[in-house]
């Protein structure tokens, strides 16, 4: 009977095992199958954040905005208190 318990052991096991096997393997075949996809979103996220980065406002309005956080963190720091 502990011999049975142990086939059925070792066959539960092999499944398992080979299921993760079968599901690694598809996981790496579908990234291949969908590299090219993947690529065009890359290149269009590098084009946004490149456009983003050189349409920054000019240095007075950056020095406004910073003027305008650091009140809205000392105001809410002054309530907190």
């Known amino acids: ?12 096991m092999a499944v398992v095992f080979s299921f993760l096997g079968l599901l690694v393997v598809i996981i790496h075949l ?5 590299k090219p996809f993947t690529e065009k979103d890359v290149t269009a996220y590098e084009f946004h954040a490149r456009r983003k980065v050189t349409t920054l406002p000019p240095s007075g309005d950056k020095r406004k905005i910073m003027a305008v956080i650091s009140a809205s963190v000392s105001a809410y720091r ?3 208190k």
Do not use: E
């Not at 579908?30 to 969908?34: G, P």
């Open 1 to 12: 009977m502990i011999i049975d318990g142990l086939k059925l052991t070792l066959l539960g």
């Open 30 to 34: 579908s990234a291949r199958l969908l």
């Open 78 to 80: 002054a309530g907190r």
